[in-house]
């Protein structure tokens, strides 16, 4: 399929670029930041929010990804309410707002009474805090790509739509790192009663600093030569679902194996393999650190080779190794160095999709739509095969009983994304973007 692009050539000076680069990837480490801690402390909210007398520790589990699934089928609400916007109104505007939404509702979380405190109504709060949360989360990615990749120099689209991906990884690494410090100072009982707020408060401060990066924002500059209008690919609702379509499936294995090995895991081996707190939280900072490290390459290497080349050897890779690289972490035998290994390339070939993702989202949306586009593409993909990972996995363990579920899980979303991506064009990523 022929990507919705327009013609142009732009011109972007270093220093605004960087800063366009910074206030719009900011607020994804936010929305990442949250996901980390929820997803580490997830045995721990489980028990503080939907345990109750006569439930099991897994039915508790279950419940609370259940509440995070749900939170996700609000982010495609806010990627088309806030990206119309973001398309209407401007980039800079839209994104202020959904940054303080954001903020607002990931700090409630940490305020919250608890089920001890309240009652049946401290789950059906926090759910509704994490809806709040993903529906702003919905409108923060396509406006944060279209303002990096709009501003981004020529040449280097992947490199810069690469940071938001990176700021995944530094989120995720700043919740799990958080949260593991904080097992590691306090008593297990302390972390259960109170400590467990403390990472979700910490969000006020990166949201300040958030708000202030974007009020000092310009809005991106319009193309320097517009497309002449026999250049302009018209773009109707029909023809702007079927790119949507198309985006979800180039994205559907960076998302769930994305999840499977990033958020899910901690829950995963303490639940199921019966590895302490504080084992699952260091794989996971692990899966993260690799996951981060190759980004940014891949992204910039994409910028070289093409988009399809880059994140096709991601999803083949999880596709193939998903499951000889569990039973690693399942083997007793296996050395600490062995497990390690294993967890870094396995968020390595996640970077692999993750850093020219979302340069490739961006090129097959006009500006006109981008937002919205791209925005909805990803919110969806994150919804089905992200929000549900946690909850899909702990149940068919629970019901099945077969521990290598994230291994088909993850490895079977890879080999959809596979027919997907060789639609990519081949020198897509060298055409300006309108």
């Known amino acids: 399929m022929r990507p919705l692009a327009l013609r142009s050539v732009d011109v972007r000076r270093p220093s605004t670029s960087r800063r366009a680069l910074l206030a719009g990837s900011v607020g994804n480490l936010i929305e990442w930041y949250e996901f980390g801690v929820y997803g580490s402390l ?15 520790g897994a039915e508790a589990l279950v419940a609370a990804y259940a509440s995070f699934a749900l939170a996700f089928f609000f982010r495609p609400v806010g990627a088309v309410v806030f990206g119309r916007l973001g398309d209407r109104l401007g980039r800079r505007p839209t994104l202020i707002a959904v940054v303080g939404l954001m903020t607002l509702a990931t700090v409630t979380i940490g305020l919250l009474p608890t089920r001890a405190a309240i009652g049946a109504a401290a789950p059906w709060l926090l759910t509704l805090a994490r809806a709040l949360q993903g529906l702003s989360a919905g409108g923060e990615f396509g406006g944060a790509v ?13 490199l810069y739509g690469a940071w938001q991906s990176f700021t995944v990884a530094l989120g995720l690494l700043a919740g799990a790192g958080t949260t593991a410090a904080l097992a590691s100072a306090l ?3 302390a972390l259960h009663s109170w400590g467990w707020r403390i990472p979700f408060l910490l969000a006020l401060p990166l949201g300040v600093a958030a708000l202030w990066l974007r009020t000092a924002l310009d809005e991106p500059p319009p193309p320097a030569a517009p497309a002449a209008p026999a250049d302009v690919v018209p773009v109707g609702p029909r023809e702007l679902a079927r790119a949507v379509v198309l985006g979800i499936g180039r994205i559907t ?35 993260n650190a690799g996951f981060a490290a190759s980004i940014l390459p891949a992204g910039a290497l994409s910028d070289r080779i093409g988009r399809r080349p880059v994140m096709l050897s991601g999803a083949l890779g999880v596709v193939v190794l998903a499951l ?22 396995a968020g390595a070939l996640v970077g692999l999709m993750a850093g020219p993702g979302p340069a490739m989202l961006a090129e097959m949306f006009p500006r006109r739509v981008r937002c919205t586009g791209l925005g909805l593409a990803y919110a969806l993909a994150n919804a089905v ?17 077969d521990t290598a579920v994230p291994a088909y899980y993850a490895a079977g979303a890879c080999a959809l994304s596979c027919s997907a991506l060789l639609s990519l064009r081949g020198r897509g990523h060298r055409e300006p973007l309108g």
């Open 146 to 158: 279209s303002l990096m990749t709009e501003y981004a120099p020529v040449g280097r689209r992947g």
């Open 187 to 189: 008593p297990a009982e």
């Open 324 to 345: 000889p690289l569990l039973h690693v972490l399942q083997s007793p035998s296996a050395s600490p160095w062995s497990r390690g290994g294993a967890v870094l390339l």
């Open 385 to 401: 095969f992200s929000g549900c990972a946690g909850l899909v996995i702990t149940a068919l363990i629970a019901r099945t009983g």
């Open 253 to 287: 294995g960076w998302s769930a194996a994305g999840y499977t090995f990033l958020v899910v895991l901690p829950s995963y081996l303490q639940a199921t393999l019966g590895a302490s707190l504080r084992e699952a939280l260091l794989a996971t900072a692990l899966a």
């Open 42 to 56: 997830a045995t721990v909210i489980a028990a503080n929010f939907f345990r109750y007398e006569g439930s099991s």
